[in-house]
């Protein structure tokens, strides 16, 4: 997909505040640090679209992104930071469920998941209960150029095995990198069919 215009259109602390539910709209989650930004960038190409930082944590609000004034991309904090309170984890939480079960333009949620460690059970628990509650969403595994072929297809395999002791058949997969823009075309291809269907 080309990319003529991205543009962020703010930033905020509760979903009944924001504003533009007239537009498709994707959103990113995973836990912190796992490249929601970069693959945002990445997707966008544009370098300094979503702030990415190497401190987990960083995104902790909503965050909207209009592109080619045709659809929206929501940045959404990271789930299972440590570093801050328990309130604070609640909090994000709260506004998480919220936007996810009330948003009335979100057509796709993109779970994305780190390829270098075993499956986690906070990721495995999240994918559980937005399956539970019928959010449509995709699978993107995250930094495959970090692993060789062989680690790659191994840990990959590890996923899909860990997600079938939940579920009849996975959700979609995308293997991804932001460093050499893997998964690029597949995203924004989930991206068309959803908006086509």
């Excluded at 498709?24 to 997707?43: C, D, H, Q, T, Y």
């Excluded at 960083?58 to 659809?71: A, G, P, S």
Aim: charge should be neutral.
């Amino acid at each position: 997909m080309r990319i003529d215009k991205a543009e962020f259109l703010g930033s905020w602390e509760r979903c009944v505040d924001m504003p533009h539910q007239t537009q498709p709209e994707f959103a990113f989650i995973g836990r912190s640090n796992v490249g929601k930004s970069s693959l945002i960038n990445m997707l966008c190409e544009r370098k300094g679209l979503a702030k990415t930082s190497s401190t987990p944590g960083k995104t902790q609000t909503l965050n909207l992104f209009r592109i080619n004034e045709t659809l929206q991309i929501c940045d959404l904090p990271g789930y299972g930071y440590a570093k801050v309170s328990k309130k604070t984890r609640e909090k994000f939480g709260k506004m998480i469920g919220f936007y996810l079960k009330e948003r009335p333009n979100l057509y796709c949620l993109f779970v994305l998941l780190d390829l270098r460690l075993p499956p986690q059970k906070i990721d495995l628990d999240f994918i559980a209960d937005c399956g539970e509650n019928q959010i449509p969403m995709v699978l993107v595994g995250t930094k495959a150029d970090k692993l060789k072929a062989a680690e790659l297809e191994q840990n990959v395999e590890g996923l899909k095995t860990a997600l079938l002791e939940m579920w009849e058949e996975i959700p979609p997969l995308i293997i991804s990198s932001s460093e050499d823009k893997r998964g690029r075309d597949e995203v924004w291809q989930t991206v068309q069919e959803a908006m086509n269907s």
